[in-house]
């Protein structure tokens, strides 16, 4: 006989109920069957720090969480309202779920704004802040034009740090948190892209997932259907796992669904691991968008974080 969870019904209550259990378990996990020299094994002192500011006017940086060795510091620290979105590889399709799901929490009365973590390839306000702003169906913000939606846009059409490099940038993460706080106290819900994939440098020994485990945002991750996803998918949430960070969704993002069978099998094969490993996160499908016919999505999951 089967016997269902009382919980199953309502993701977010999974989310509260599972989220401790499973934090738990990694630590407990890293604590004994990491060694003790590897890069993975948080609270070590050997870890790689996130850039600090160097002006006495900014806030202190963030402390505590996963990287600081205490769970109950990481909880304390989640910001319920700020979600950090990243894909499973550049070209998911980030841009465009950001927007999506900004233009359905809109729709469904939530005062929300999109943030861009770094952009590279550009200049003047961020190109994906537009093509948010295009999918929500308004005009750049003053926050957009300020530059407070996106800190850092550089030229160069790569990686943070080498673009960063070439143009002789140096990037503060704590100016990126500092921008996220702004738009924070401005707006009920804040949804941060990230460039590229979990593990794309931002300097050359930090890294965009170390990020996100620092400030402890809750993640929403963007698979595609392109051939290569399933590898790609199941390696970002294994590595979720091993840091312990709070996945509030995948997203699956049938674009650009060359075939059926593939894209059908990958979602049996996600929904399948997350029924093990990460039972409280759930899984939201996008349909390919053709033209400006944008659909709605359900977002009630990330509505129950507000």
Same mark, same amino acid.
């Given at each position: 006989m089967q016997h269902r969870n009382p919980a199953r019904g309502n993701p977010q209550r999974r989310v509260r109920e599972h989220r401790d259990v499973r934090l738990w378990n990694v630590e407990f996990r890293m604590e004994k069957t990491t060694p003790s020299n590897s890069p993975l094994h948080r609270g070590k002192d &050997?870890?790689?720090?996130?850039?600090?500011c160097s002006n006495a006017a900014c806030p202190p940086p963030?402390?505590?969480?996963?990287?600081?060795?205490?769970i109950i510091n990481l909880k304390s620290k989640i910001n319920k309202v700020v979600y950090f +979105?990243?894909? /499973?590889?550049?070209?998911?399709?980030?841009? +465009? +779920?950001?927007?999506?799901?900004?233009r359905s929490l809109r729709k469904r009365g939530v005062n929300v704004i999109t943030q861009k973590f770094i952009?590279?390839?550009? +200049?003047?306000?961020? &190109?994906?802040?537009?093509?948010?702003?295009? /999918?929500?169906? %308004?005009?750049?913000?003053?926050?957009?034009k300020d530059g407070t939606t996106c800190p850092y846009v550089m030229t160069y059409p790569a990686s943070p740090h080498l673009a960063a490099e070439i143009d002789k940038m140096t990037l503060d993460m704590e100016r990126i948190a500092a921008s996220t706080r702004k738009l924070d106290a401005l707006y009920d819900m804040v949804l941060l892209e990230g460039a590229g994939g979990l593990y794309v440098p931002v300097t050359r020994d930090y890294f965009t %997932?170390?990020?996100?485990? &620092?400030?402890?945002?809750?993640?929403i991750l963007v698979a595609s259907s392109k051939l290569g996803s399933i590898n790609h998918t199941l390696m970002s949430l294994e590595?979720?796992?091993?840091?312990? /960070?709070?996945?509030?969704c995948l997203v699956y993002n049938r674009f650009p669904n060359d075939s059926e069978w593939i894209t059908n099998d990958s979602i049996t094969i996600f929904k399948h691991y997350l029924e093990q490993y990460f039972p409280s996160t759930a899984l939201i499908e996008i349909p390919v968008v053709h033209g400006n016919d944008y659909p709605d999505v359900d977002v009630s999951v990330l509505e129950g974080g507000k």
């Amino acid at each position: 006989m089967q016997h269902r969870n009382p919980a199953r019904g309502n993701p977010q209550r999974r989310v509260r109920e599972h989220r401790d259990v499973r934090l738990w378990n990694v630590e407990f996990r890293m604590e004994k069957t990491t060694p003790s020299n590897s890069p993975l094994h948080r609270g070590k002192d &050997e870890r790689k720090k996130a850039p600090r500011c160097s002006n006495a006017a900014c806030p202190p940086p963030f402390q505590g969480g996963a990287r600081g060795g205490s769970i109950i510091n990481l909880k304390s620290k989640i910001n319920k309202v700020v979600y950090f +979105v990243s894909g /499973i590889d550049t070209d998911a399709g980030k841009s +465009v +779920v950001t927007g999506l799901l900004a233009r359905s929490l809109r729709k469904r009365g939530v005062n929300v704004i999109t943030q861009k973590f770094i952009q590279t390839g550009g +200049v003047g306000i961020s &190109e994906d802040i537009l093509k948010h702003r295009e /999918i929500m169906g %308004i005009e750049p913000q003053p926050v957009d034009k300020d530059g407070t939606t996106c800190p850092y846009v550089m030229t160069y059409p790569a990686s943070p740090h080498l673009a960063a490099e070439i143009d002789k940038m140096t990037l503060d993460m704590e100016r990126i948190a500092a921008s996220t706080r702004k738009l924070d106290a401005l707006y009920d819900m804040v949804l941060l892209e990230g460039a590229g994939g979990l593990y794309v440098p931002v300097t050359r020994d930090y890294f965009t %997932i170390d990020y996100i485990q &620092e400030h402890g945002h809750p993640l929403i991750l963007v698979a595609s259907s392109k051939l290569g996803s399933i590898n790609h998918t199941l390696m970002s949430l294994e590595l979720c796992r091993m840091r312990g /960070i709070e996945v509030a969704c995948l997203v699956y993002n049938r674009f650009p669904n060359d075939s059926e069978w593939i894209t059908n099998d990958s979602i049996t094969i996600f929904k399948h691991y997350l029924e093990q490993y990460f039972p409280s996160t759930a899984l939201i499908e996008i349909p390919v968008v053709h033209g400006n016919d944008y659909p709605d999505v359900d977002v009630s999951v990330l509505e129950g974080g507000k």
